[in-house]
């Protein structure tokens, strides 16, 4: 049966008239008469007597309007529920990241986003691109932290630019404090794994530069620590290199070569409350962090 009935035969019941009714639920009062008449034919009984008086409940009427009431309330609350469960989801939002994003930017976007849904759980991995964005479009992840890679059809949410420096070996005969990226051409190219690959292979391609690249399938720290033992050069990103004190030169590469940052969502993901929030604070959390950084480099 038709809610929408009992809601209208609810309204009229409590005004004590049809015309009444009808006017606060934007009917004509035919039309409204006629869908009472339809839901006595329904039910197979008269609900309502009708007079000079408007109208009031038949004893039948009497007897079934609680718990047409409770039927009513039922429903509010069931898409209420709905609501709710719409706008905060399952209370997890899983998130998959690059490991040098997870350990700069995610334990202070998360207290922060903890602190306004203490009830939410956020779920993190990291992993490599291809793990990570297969994750995020196979469904394992709502949201991703990453660079920018337009191989995957994703909605992109650019963060902040990520700008490469050399890695070289103390020693290294460098002229200037600025490493050229042609430099790279002919050297032995130590080529991080986890990622990194695709952002440094569109930097050589974009720049017509041609290492010899050595693939590897290790931790930033074991790219640093091999270059650091002479075994060759490689190229690592401002995020990563931030804090650190190996024994290896760090030479900004120019012209500047970069990645994009990002946050990346499927196309046809719906955000949540919580996971809006989330964004939000990170985008607060990014802009904030680069205003720290150009303060303390004008310091310097």
């Known amino acids: 049966m038709n809610i929408s009935k009992y809601k209208a035969l609810l309204t009229a019941v409590d005004m004590g008239s049809f015309s009444a009714a009808a006017q606060k639920l934007g009917y004509t009062q035919s039309g409204l008469t006629h869908m009472m008449n339809a839901l006595e034919d329904e039910l197979g009984f008269s609900i309502l007597q009708r007079g000079y008086f408007g109208i009031k409940l038949t004893p039948g009427g009497e007897r079934i309007i609680p718990k047409i009431r409770q039927l009513v309330m039922c429903e509010e609350t069931l898409y ?10 399952d209370n997890v939002i899983r998130i998959g990241a690059y490991s040098s994003i997870a350990s700069a930017w995610i334990p202070s976007i998360v207290e922060r986003f903890n602190k306004e849904f203490p009830d939410v759980t956020v779920n993190i991995q990291t992993g490599t691109v291809a793990e990570l964005y297969g994750g995020l479009d196979e469904g394992r992840f709502d949201i991703c932290f990453g660079s920018k890679n337009t191989k995957y059809d994703f909605k992109w949410m650019p963060l902040s630019l990520d700008r490469f420096y050399a ?65 060759g050069i490689s190229m690592l990103s401002e995020l990563i290199l931030s804090g650190r004190h190996d024994d290896v030169m760090l030479l900004p590469i ?40 150009l303060v303390n480099l004008n310091k310097n």
């Open 254 to 293: 120019v012209p500047e070569v970069s990645r994009t940052l990002a946050l990346c969502i499927k196309q046809d993901k719906v955000l949540t409350m919580p996971l809006k929030r989330l964004i939000s604070i990170t985008k607060d959390f990014v802009r904030e962090a680069e205003d720290r950084f």
């Open 80 to 89: 209420n529920e709905i609501e709710l469960v719409k706008s905060y989801g």
């Open 167 to 231: 890695i070289l070996p103390k020693g290294y005969p460098v002229s200037e404090r600025e490493f050229p990226i042609s430099g790279f051409n002919g050297t032995k190219f130590l080529m991080p794994g986890l990622g990194f690959d695709d952002d440094i292979s569109a930097v050589f391609s974009d720049n017509n530069v041609k290492p010899f690249v050595t693939p590897t399938y290790v931790d930033d720290p074991a790219i640093i620590s091999m270059v650091e033992h002479g075994l």
